[in-house]
Structure formats: C-alpha cells, structure tokens
C-alpha cells in the first residue's frame, strides 16, 4: 500500500486543459438524507436521496497566468481527468463526464504569494483506475 | 512559471487614482447555482445563472492621507486597473469598466498601524495580459 501526494506526477485537467499549478483539491460527495419517524418504528428510518458533488481547487497564480487562469473561469465547463500520482497502470484515475466552475477569488498580498480558490460541481464522479 | 506577491511594481488605481499603500486584495468571482432535483437523476444537476463579481481590499493609513483616503471612500466608483505583478508585457492584468467601492473600516490602535479595509462590487471583471 502506497500513500500520496499530489506532485509533479499529477494529472488534473479540466475540458482538455491543464488546472494551473494546484496546491490542494477536495471532492464533497453527499446525499439527502430524509427521515421516516412512522409511529411504528424504534429507530428513525434513513432514507436516500439524490447525490450532490462539489469541490474546491487551490493553487498559486502566476505572474504571465491570464491564458491558465482562463482554464478555470467562473462558467468553464468540460470533463475532469485527475490522477493524482500520474499515468502509471492501476494508479487511481478520478473523473467526471462534466465539472463546471461556479466560482473564481484570487487573493493578492504584500507577503505572500498570489493564489486563488476555485469552487466546482460535478454532474458525475467515478473513482477508477489507469488502464494498463 | 514565475509566481509572485504584491510588490513595488504592482498597479492598482480606482479612476485613476493609486489606492493608498495595499497590503492585500481579493477578487471574488461567483455564479447563482440553480440545482435540478428531477427524480431521474442519480446526481443533482448545476445550471449557472448570472455572476457575481466583488472584492476587498486593505492597506495602510498615512498620517496625512486625507486625500488618498477619499480615493477609496464609501461610494466612490469607476475604472480599475489591476496589475499585481507591474506593468511587464505578458504580466497578468485586471480591468473592470466600474468598481464600486460599498464599504469601508478604519480601524486605530495603540499597539499597531492603522489600516483600512474596503469592500467593492464590480460592474464586470476582464483578466488579460499587459
């Protein structure tokens, strides 16, 4: 069992373009949830509804970033390929038939570096494998 | 890949004016987010309506800055021009037809400097290069 980090390895593409130098990325996957308290029952009956993806991607700005940071505007749409450690065969490979962008801040300071936080929902996630 | 912070070739200026010793800046750009709950979907679907552009932005107080701090008053508005890394071709650079400066706090104290913090909206936001 080997643990990861993102790296120099990772892929992370979003509509064929690559997401400009991530430093972290979150997937929120969570369903309703709708409660059953019918008088017969001991315990509150649990029942599933529909799913909800979303996400959020942070990563540091560059100075000549305008073209980069198109890739993620607010609206940007597109299939999502990520795999966090690279292309080898068996290696996790997550990906979305369709992710957009819902927004877009960049933070700017005297003593740190640029950066900027994208929120993102997903009409779909598989968690797969790189094919061999 | 150069990656950079504010710095002493950094831009900013409200109709025209510099706005007064920024320490820091916050573009935030987001769109209405109307969720489709239709009983044959696995997953919810996202249909994005209109953006919302705003911001904030704080910085220093000079000691006779009653002029640069009516640069950045509560109501002020017009063009900006951002860019963070200087005028450099290439470098990356803001623009906005109307910014619109909503609020401001001033804030005093015997044991720091005193800074301001302002927040504004935004008509529309370009991001290019110089």
Same mark, same amino acid.
């Given at each position: 069992?080997?643990?990861?980090?993102?790296?120099?390895?990772?892929?992370?593409?979003?509509?064929?373009?690559?997401?400009?130098?991530?430093?972290?990325?979150?997937?929120?996957?969570?369903?309703?949830? +709708?409660?059953?308290?019918?008088?017969?029952?001991?315990?509150?009956?649990?029942?599933?509804?529909?799913?909800?993806?979303?996400?959020?991607?942070?990563?540091?700005?560059?100075?000549?970033?305008?073209?980069?940071?198109?890739?993620?505007?607010?609206?940007?749409?597109?299939?999502?390929?990520?795999?966090?450690?690279?292309?080898?065969?068996?290696?996790?490979?997550?990906?979305?038939?369709?992710?957009?962008?819902?927004?877009?801040?960049?933070?700017?300071?005297?003593?740190?570096?640029?950066?900027?936080?994208?929120? +993102?929902?997903?009409?779909?996630?598989?968690?797969?494998?790189?094919?061999? | 890949?150069?990656?950079?912070?504010?710095?002493?070739?950094?831009?900013?200026?409200?109709?025209?004016?510099?706005?007064?010793?920024?320490?820091?800046?916050?573009?935030?750009?987001?769109?209405?987010?109307?969720?489709?709950?239709?009983?044959?979907?696995?997953?919810?679907?996202?249909?994005?309506?209109?953006?919302?552009?705003?911001?904030?932005?704080?910085?220093?107080?000079?000691?006779?800055?009653?002029?640069?701090?009516?640069?950045?008053?509560?109501?002020?508005?017009?063009?900006?021009?951002?860019?963070?890394?200087?005028?450099?071709?290439?470098?990356?650079?803001?623009?906005?037809?109307?910014?619109?400066?909503?609020?401001?706090?001033?804030?005093?104290?015997?044991?720091?400097?005193?800074?301001?913090?302002?927040?504004?909206?935004?008509?529309?936001?370009?991001?290019?290069?110089?």
């Amino acid at each position: 069992m080997t643990k990861f980090r993102l790296s120099a390895s990772t892929v992370f593409t979003l509509d064929g373009n690559a997401v400009p130098c991530a430093t972290s990325v979150t997937f929120n996957e969570v369903n309703d949830n +709708f409660l059953s308290m019918c008088a017969g029952n001991t315990i509150k009956a649990n029942v599933a509804g529909l799913g909800n993806i979303t996400g959020s991607i942070s990563g540091e700005v560059d100075a000549a970033g305008a073209t980069t940071m198109g890739y993620i505007a607010v609206g940007t749409a597109g299939a999502l390929v990520l795999r966090p450690t690279g292309a080898t065969a068996a290696e996790l490979d997550i990906t979305s038939t369709n992710m957009q962008i819902t927004s877009l801040s960049e933070a700017f300071s005297s003593t740190g570096l640029t950066t900027y936080t994208a929120n +993102f929902v997903c009409d779909d996630l598989t968690w797969g494998a790189v094919p061999a | 890949m150069t990656k950079f912070r504010l710095n002493s070739s950094s831009v900013f200026t409200l109709a025209t004016n510099a706005v007064p010793c920024p320490t820091s800046i916050t573009l935030d750009d987001a769109a209405d987010d109307y969720v489709s709950n239709c009983a044959g979907l696995t997953n919810k679907a996202h249909i994005l309506g209109m953006r919302t552009v705003s911001g904030s932005f704080s910085g220093e107080v000079d000691s006779d800055a009653d002029t640069e701090l009516a640069y950045v008053a509560k109501g002020v508005s017009g063009a900006l021009l951002l860019q963070p890394n200087g005028t450099t071709g290439g470098d990356i650079k803001f623009t906005a037809l109307r910014m619109l400066i909503t609020g401001r706090d001033v804030a005093m104290t015997s044991t720091g400097l005193t800074t301001y913090t302002c927040t504004f909206v935004l008509d529309d936001l370009t991001r290019t290069s110089n």
